[in-house]
């Protein structure tokens, strides 16, 4: 078991470009949570998904962020027109049930705007 | 607000002392609470899970304690290694899925 793999690892965006974040939940696993981490800071909350429901997004901004989690494929966090306030580490994780117990996290993806 | 905060900071101490690291919490209702170690340019890697009923959990050289009455947790490293210089994240779910984080503790082990 591969675990909750993220890719890509470093991601450098220029401003205005499209920054698309994948995340491949554990096997067995099919509740996905994303989180973002700015510098100096704690992880935040910003939406939880199952395959093809949003289920809570209310820690994602409310313009340029969208996520998905299709019935094939890994989840995809897409964000449109970049900003430099935007350069952070985000997070997957997932879990077998809609409980924090099973939550397993990834590597994460360290986003850079420049 | 439900918030989860962290003391101290930062910490150095020499290698094969020991630690305690505190949280304090005000997020409710209460589900459970989770130390989590994260290496530098790592994900969080679960370390101990705590629901109400339960007062301490230990995983190898690490102790975690949960005083629910007073929102207090604190995890408890013994005999230090370079290997647990990290950061260590208290986090408390309040509800089913969603988790409130700390900001962590910087600890530096030195040889």
């Known amino acids: 078991n591969a675990g909750v793999m993220q890719n890509p690892r470093h991601l450098v965006r220029r401003r205005g470009q499209e920054a698309r974040l994948r995340c491949s939940p554990m096997?067995?696993?099919?509740?996905v949570y994303w989180y973002r981490q700015l510098p100096e800071e704690g992880l935040k909350f910003m939406v939880y998904?199952?395959?093809?429901?949003?289920?809570?997004e209310s820690g994602m901004p409310k313009e340029r962020f969208s996520a998905e989690f299709p019935k094939e494929g890994p989840s995809i966090l897409r964000i449109q027109q970049v900003v430099r306030g935007d350069s952070a580490a985000y997070f997957c994780?997932?879990?077998?049930?809609?409980?924090?117990?099973?939550?397993?996290f990834g590597s994460g993806t360290r986003l850079t705007v420049v | 607000k439900n918030q989860v905060e962290q003391s101290p900071q930062s910490l150095i101490i020499l290698e094969g002392k020991n630690c305690t690291l505190q949280?304090?919490?005000?997020?409710?209702?209460?589900?459970?609470l989770r130390w989590y170690k994260q290496d530098t340019g790592r994900g969080p890697v679960s370390l101990t899970i705590?629901?109400?009923?339960?007062n301490t959990k230990s995983n190898g050289r690490y102790t975690a304690t949960l005083d629910a009455d007073t929102k207090q947790s604190s995890l408890h490293i013994t005999a230090s290694q370079l290997s647990d210089s990290a950061s260590y994240i208290c986090?408390?779910?309040?509800?089913?899925?969603?988790?409130?984080f700390g900001t962590g503790t910087r600890l530096k082990v030195l040889a």
């Open positions: 096997k067995g696993h099919s509740h």
């Open positions: 949280c304090n919490y005000t997020v409710s209702p209460f589900s459970n």
């Open positions: 705590m629901t109400f009923s339960e």
């Open positions: 986090v408390v779910s309040g509800m089913t899925y969603k988790y409130i």
């Open positions: 998904l199952q395959k093809e429901n949003i289920i809570d």
């Open positions: 994780a997932s879990s077998p049930t809609g409980e924090t117990h099973g939550y397993t």
